[in-house]
């Protein structure tokens, strides 16, 4: 405990001047004995004295000597009103004027205490709790600023996905049979959707409807023929059309729709 401290802050005392601008106040307050013990709001005024009600007894302020059960005590310095301690619980009345208070600080309220030796005060639990709001305000900040963090991330992963997902619409393919002819694909595919993928066989290229039209994408591989493996084994990939045959060795050929002649190295077949 910083005694030092403690001497430089005093119990302060207010009193009214009971003038005009300062009169003494006229209190009507019901308290409950504790202890043997009433505490006023403000100090009584001596002259005015305190009055009492209540309890179904008549009761009567002594200055000295035993409390009776019936008889009551007024420290008018510090506004406390004694009782007898059989009388604790009892609500009672107390009228009397108020000419000030008793300011205390508080370093000089305990609330633990060993013996007679104070070990915490009032102050130093408020001083705990102001270093405790302190603490939880830096937390406060750091969640926020880790909560505003978070806002950004999920802002930034919502715009990625949005392009991700518009760079999906824009190049996803579903593939369809093909069609002979350019006016073919408009008849066989009146209300295509986006994505839908056909190949033109005759001018041998890919059409995709973009949700507007249907966009050239590229030439048709797909229709210059298949791939053909003559071998006495299975192959490995099924990218291949298999012609088994125990005498031949692993030979690549290349079928293809043709009414004219292939290259060398293709097989052809040639369409009624």
């Known amino acids: 405990m910083d005694f030092p401290k403690l001497y430089n802050d005093p119990v302060l005392y207010h009193k009214r001047k009971n003038t005009y601008d300062d009169p003494y106040m006229s209190y009507d307050e019901t308290h409950s004995i504790l202890n043997g013990r009433i505490f006023l709001t403000e100090n009584p005024n001596r002259e005015n004295r305190v009055v009492v009600i209540g309890g179904n007894i008549e009761w009567k302020e002594i200055e000295d000597g035993e409390l009776e059960d019936d008889c009551y005590r007024v420290d008018y310095m510090m506004g406390v009103v004694f009782f007898n301690a059989s009388n604790d619980g009892k609500e009672l009345q107390v009228k009397y004027v108020g000419e000030g208070a008793h300011f205390f600080p508080a370093a000089r309220i305990w609330i633990k205490r060993s ?27 750091e969640c926020e600023r880790v909560i505003k963090r978070c806002i950004e991330i999920t802002t930034w992963c919502r715009q990625i996905t949005s392009q991700y997902e518009r760079v999906v619409e824009e190049t996803k393919k579903k593939y369809y049979p093909s069609v002979n002819n350019y006016s073919d694909l408009i008849v066989e595919y009146p209300n295509p959707q986006v994505g839908w993928t056909v190949a033109v066989k005759n001018i041998k290229t890919v059409y995709r409807w973009d949700g507007f039209e249907w966009v050239d994408i590229g030439v048709s591989e797909v229709y210059e023929g298949f791939n053909i493996l003559l071998s006495a084994y299975e192959p490995h990939s099924l990218n291949y059309i298999w012609y088994q045959d125990e005498s031949l060795s692993p ?19 040639k369409p009624d």
Do not use: F, H
Not at 251 to 269: C, D, F, H, L, M
């Open 115 to 141: 013996g007679n030796t104070v070990v915490e005060t009032l102050q130093g639990l408020i001083d705990e709790a102001e270093d405790c709001i302190i603490r939880m305000n830096e937390r406060i900040l």
């Open 251 to 269: 030979t690549k050929k290349r079928v293809v729709i043709s009414n004219a002649a292939p290259e060398t190295g293709q097989i052809w077949y």
